[in-house]
């Protein structure tokens, strides 16, 4: 089964997210998931340390 390109002769490439704000966003996005995530954490540990000092 071969090809049905015969040459590359005018082919183009396009880049769709390319320098967009795309990448941008979903790196922020994955900052603000992370650090939400060590914060709720760290409140579900305070609540379940004050409870174990109760008993």
């Known amino acids: 089964m ?3 390109i015969e ?3 005018g082919a183009q ?3 769709t997210g390319a320098g967009g704000a795309t ?3 979903i790196l922020l ?4 998931a992370c650090f939400g995530a060590i914060v709720l954490a760290a409140i579900h540990e305070e ?5 174990y000092l109760k008993k």
């Open 13 to 15: 490439v396009i880049f």
């Open 2 to 4: 071969g090809s049905p």
């Open 29 to 32: 996005l994955s900052v603000v």
């Open 47 to 51: 609540h379940v340390y004050a409870k």
């Open 23 to 25: 990448p941008g966003i």
């Open 7 to 9: 040459t590359w002769e």
